[in-house]
């Protein structure tokens, strides 16, 4: 089990879904239901089973004592990190690469940790050799029209 980390855990289009980033919350709910569901919002775990990354939330966020039993593992296909308006300078989803991933969502690695180093190091480690995609989302019009990228871009 990991430290927490300050990201979001949706299923979106039966994937697992890690998202970080400006928006990522209001973003992901403006399109939640039959085919996209909330599992936790900013506070989550993650372990390694065999060479697939799970994920899950941790709602006491550390302070209080951990229920698995509570908390349903999600295995993550994609790591989505939602791109500031500020930081946008393209229009469509981009596939990026997990380093480019984790430049972009620093803040959410490191957020309220001590040693920097030592989570992103941690973060790393947990992504190196896996089968997962990570995609940059830009900033758009409203939640509404990149929530609607989104689901149309996981599959």
Do not use: H
């Not at 900013?42 to 065999?50: A, N």
């Not at 300078?89 to 984790?102: A, D, P």
């Not at 997962?132 to 990228?149: N, Y």
């Amino acid at each position: 089990m990991t430290g927490i980390y300050y990201a979001d855990l949706f299923v979106i289009n039966g994937k697992g879904c890690v998202v970080m980033g400006c928006g990522k919350s209001q973003t992901c709910r403006s399109y939640t239901g039959e085919t996209t569901k909330e599992v936790m919002t900013d506070s989550l775990r993650f372990d390694v089973e065999g060479n697939s990354l799970v994920a899950y939330g941790d709602a006491g966020m550390g302070l209080l004592p951990f229920d698995s039993q509570r908390c349903p593992k999600i295995f993550v296909d994609y790591f989505i990190y939602m791109q500031a308006k500020d930081e946008t300078g393209f229009r469509e989803i981009q596939e990026i690469s997990n380093n480019e991933f984790c430049e972009m969502a620093d803040f959410n690695i490191t957020f309220n940790i001590c040693n920097e180093e030592e989570r992103r190091a941690e973060f790393k480690d947990l992504l190196a050799d896996r089968d997962l995609k990570f995609i940059s989302v830009p900033w758009g019009d409203s939640m509404e029209t990149k929530g609607a990228m989104i689901k149309a871009y996981v599959k």
